[in-house]
């Protein structure tokens, strides 16, 4: 028995290195499980309507998400390259505006001439400059790569999710099959209501944010609302992080400006996350904001931007398999046996 332990001790030990060193992959391969409950839920939608076979709704569904964003990007796609393009330019205003107020304070940005200092001194070499373009090339590109990976074990996951949960389920002992196989298909029902929920919120935010910035006079409203709507993803975090490039754009207007946007940013991220969200995503795995959070700081300490992009829906799914795999199955069902026994 002590051996038995010893091995198990060993062999989990293993295993959680393992599954540490190959983390990257495995969020990926999760990161494809969460588009395929997208694509599924579209599937079952369809096979309402449409009595077709299940990868020709499939197919449908796939190719009605394609032609909708390319007809945003047909539609909407310049008009967000020329307020994209505007907001750059402001941005190169402002930083001009600086240089002139540190050339007010005898701060020299251009030359070494005696009785100023120079920000080039402080500014990093060619060579490193160019380590660092290199560097976003590289990350630029396996942003590209890891996106079309994701992309097609979405497909995969999707055109046969059963088929791939039973083959899973088939690692497990018998009688344990038909438990795991329940608990992995409420797994998949959550993540699905889950994905729903927070894509139904993010064009909401959007929506709300852009019309909010279109009233009020903000420049570059509709990339300003497309940002917060994206980042709304990240629950928690997101509103905090789309809230920095709005209150920038706003800050130029004048204080009264400011002050108003600030207010109507507060209220709409108020009523959108404790009014719409637990309604829509009221079938939905809600946990607690605080492991929330933990979780999101978690991931973003142990796999950067992917880690915190998925840490809730991962949480989610691993408080599911808790529950019912090691409270209900586990602790609470020894302890009904040794109370019949008693």
Avoid: C
Wanted: proline share 4%.
């Amino acid at each position: 028995m002590g051996l038995r332990l010893v091995f198990i001790a060993v062999a989990a030990g293993a295993g959680l290195f393992l599954a540490y060193e190959i983390a990257g992959t495995l969020l990926l391969v999760f990161a494809g499980i969460l588009l395929a409950t997208v694509l599924d839920a579209a599937v079952m939608g369809l096979g309402r309507i449409l009595p077709i076979p299940r990868l020709v709704r499939l197919g449908v569904a796939t190719v009605a998400v394609v032609v909708l964003l390319m007809v945003g990007l047909a539609y909407g796609g310049y008009a967000l390259a020329t307020q994209l393009q505007t907001l750059v330019t402001s941005a190169v205003e402002q930083a001009e505006f600086l240089l002139e107020l540190l050339a007010d304070y005898d701060i020299d940005v251009g030359s070494d001439d005696e009785g100023s200092l120079s920000v080039l001194e402080y500014m990093p070499s060619p060579e490193l400059l160019f380590g660092h373009a290199q560097h976003a090339f590289g990350s630029t590109v396996a942003v590209l790569v890891n996106s079309i990976i994701v992309i097609f074990l979405g497909l995969f996951f999707a055109s046969n999710p059963a088929g791939y949960r039973d083959g899973f389920v088939k690692l497990i002992v018998p009688h344990r099959r038909e438990r795991v196989r329940e608990v992995l298909t409420e797994t998949g029902v959550a993540l699905r209501w889950w994905i729903v929920g927070q894509l139904a919120m993010m064009v909401l935010v959007a929506v709300s944010m852009t019309i909010m910035l279109l009233l009020v006079g903000i420049p570059n409203a509709i990339v300003l609302g497309v940002i917060a709507g994206l980042l709304n993803f990240i629950p928690y975090l997101g509103p905090v992080l789309a809230a920095v490039p709005i209150f920038l754009a706003a800050i130029p207007e004048g204080l009264a400006v400011f002050l108003l946007v600030a207010s109507l940013f507060v209220i709409l991220e108020s009523i959108e996350g404790y009014l719409f969200t637990p309604l829509v995503q009221q079938r939905a795995v809600h946990l607690p904001a605080a492991w929330s959070l933990a979780a999101l700081m978690i991931g973003g300490a142990l796999f950067g931007g992917l880690g915190i992009a998925l840490a809730t829906p991962l949480l989610a799914v691993v408080r599911i398999l808790v529950l019912r795999l090691y409270v209900e199955d586990g602790l609470e069902r020894r302890t009904a046996l040794a109370a019949q026994r008693e």
